[in-house]
């Protein structure tokens, strides 16, 4: 399989704990987003590395969030004292840069229940 | 600002044609994509458009006219499997980088 993987798929944590999401991209893709998605919406971006850069983040990722890309190959997303209201699907697209013909490929996510 | 207007649920029975329609406004308009999720899934890419006009792939058509801010997506031959949501998402370059700013999904039940 070489699409884009995430693991875990599921995490049940209690409110006030950290966790860490990872995620695989496509291999020869460079460029690699964070989104989040809450029921009934459709995704919003979070956070973006091209190769090991974090070029982008955005107001939705406070600063109990953090994302890292070493090497410019998998990724990790830590979310620190977690909060009812991180529940939600973590999703991570990766793509290469084509310019116009950028086309992103979505990992099957990671849903996260805050209890 | 930025924003992207789709209806939220659409109903079609088996067979038949259906037209997912797409409003949009943004700064830094870059391209068009149509992504399918099934519930609990991730998005898969269905289309993209870049110039106004129609891209035609099997039994999905998408169409974007970049002055009305305006694009559809048309499923034909509908079949079972396609009740799914259906996202419109603009791709944003205006941060020096391609973000993509997704609507908020057209729920489709296709019916016998």
Same mark, same amino acid.
């Given at each position: 399989d070489t699409g884009v993987s995430q693991d875990p798929r599921h995490k049940i944590t209690k409110r006030g704990q950290n966790v860490t999401f990872r995620c695989d991209p496509?291999? #020869?893709?460079?460029r690699l987003y964070w989104y989040r998605q809450t029921l009934g919406q459709g995704p919003e971006f979070l956070t973006y590395f091209q190769n090991e850069a974090q070029l982008e983040k955005s107001r939705?990722?406070?600063?109990r969030f953090s994302a890292e890309r070493p090497k410019g190959s998998f990724s990790t997303l830590e979310i620190q004292?977690? #909060?009812? @209201?991180?529940s939600a699907m973590y999703l991570c697209a990766s793509s290469f840069s084509? @310019?116009?013909k950028e086309t992103q490929y979505f990992g099957p996510g990671t849903r996260l229940l805050v209890l | 600002g930025q924003n992207i207007d789709q209806p939220t649920e659409m109903t079609a029975t088996e067979g038949a044609i259906v037209q997912i329609n797409c409003t949009y406004q943004t700064s830094g308009f870059n391209g068009l994509f149509w992504y399918q999720q099934h519930a609990g899934e991730a998005p898969t890419f269905l289309s993209y458009n870049v110039l106004d006009g129609l891209e035609e792939k099997g039994r999905f058509s998408s169409f974007l006219s970049r002055s009305k801010g305006y694009s559809y997506l048309l499923l034909k031959?509908?079949?079972?499997?396609?009740?799914a949501s259906y996202l419109c998402a603009v791709r944003d370059n205006s941060g020096g980088y391609n973000k993509l700013i997704f609507g908020a999904g057209t729920r489709l039940a296709v019916h016998p």
């Open positions: 496509i291999s #020869e893709h460079n939705l990722l406070s600063d004292r977690t #909060e009812q @209201g991180d084509w @310019g116009a | 031959e509908l079949q079972m499997k396609d009740s």
